[in-house]
């Protein structure tokens, strides 16, 4: 029998898509993820950019949030296919 969060599910979510474009962004323009949350006027964690860099899905809400936070703490305006190779 198999559970909804069973790997044989064809209908489960690929929640682990790999290290995405914003990690190389971060890195580049010598950020961490500190500099993110301290950026950020809205609410995000250090976990939030972890799991965003590592490629866990989040949601558009969550990806929105990175978003912003990225813009403002380098001055650029990046947008979610930037920083994101899926969609939410």
Known sequence: MNTP???QDSSDIERNL???PIARLLQEHGLKAHDLVAASTEQITHKMVARACK???LTLNA???VLRALNRAT???FSLGDLFNYQP
């Open 5 to 7: 969060s069973s790997p």
């Open 55 to 57: 490629g866990r899905r």
């Open 75 to 77: 001055g650029k305006n």
């Open 18 to 20: 790999g290290e995405q």
């Open 63 to 65: 990806q929105s949030k």
